[in-house]
């Protein structure tokens, strides 16, 4: 059965520095492209990052330059090293493939607050 376990979120001062980490069990980890989501509080979830299983990105034009994606198939991970945030940063991280497939996990709270 797929699990994932998303981990790394907290409270940041704006211009900030966070290590979110996505670990995902129970599958071939290494065929799939991943996403990295967030929701803020009242809005739908929408793309952050993406990596694909070949070790291709993109970013959502939101955090270009700022964040980045990465993945370590020897440890079933996907990272996003998200540097200089910003209070619109704040919202709940999740990871999924692109259709969504495997089952949500229960996020990680970033709170870009000072």
């Known amino acids: 059965q797929v699990q994932i376990v998303e981990s790394g979120g907290g409270l940041v001062q704006p211009g900030g520095s966070l290590r979110l980490s996505c670990v995902v069990s129970?599958?071939?980890?290494?065929?799939?492209?991943i996403i990295w989501y967030r929701q803020a509080a009242g809005k739908q979830r929408d793309l952050v990052a993406r990596i694909t299983s070949g070790g291709a990105t993109t970013y959502a034009d939101s955090v270009k330059g700022r964040f980045t994606i990465s993945r370590d198939n020897a440890k079933n991970t996907v990272y996003l090293q998200m540097n200089t945030l910003k209070p619109e940063d704040t919202a709940v991280y999740y990871c999924n493939t692109p259709n969504k497939i495997f089952p949500w996990g229960q996020g990680t709270q970033v709170t870009v607050s000072s």
């Open positions: 129970g599958t071939i980890f290494s065929i799939y492209s």
